[in-house]
């Protein structure tokens, strides 16, 4: 794992790299137990267009929301062949290190046509 970013917004970026090379040890490291539960459900919930069930994810895009208290938020979206998926993500400093604390599903978007897997 890599040394710990000053800012959520490269603690972001770096969580996004990790989604994108489907390095889980880094996804490991940057998310609580409580927001992996809520991702996970993410998948149930969003017909597979989650990125925790895309399959082949192919890029992102992150859009910075503001501070809400202690914590950073931030809208990423990733594409894959199936559609896009945006998820809420909010990031706290826990014990000098940045991690995800809280997931929610924004919006998902097959891709035209239905896409392939």
Known sequence: ???EP???REAVERSAQAV?????????ADITPEA????????????????????????????EKGTDGDAETFHV????????ATVSLK???ILGQWKIT?????AAEPAPGGGTA
């Open 77 to 84: 979206t990733f594409t894959s062949s199936i559609g896009k």
């Open 36 to 63: 992996l539960s809520q991702m996970m459900a993410m998948g149930a919930t969003a017909g597979g267009l989650a990125p925790s069930t895309m399959p082949n994810i192919q890029g992102y895009e992150i859009d």
């Open 1 to 3: 794992m890599t040394q």
């Open 102 to 106: 809280e997931a929610g599903l924004v």
């Open 91 to 93: 990031w706290k400093q």
């Open 6 to 8: 000053g800012t959520a």
């Open 20 to 28: 994108l090379a489907g390095n889980l040890p880094q996804l490991m």
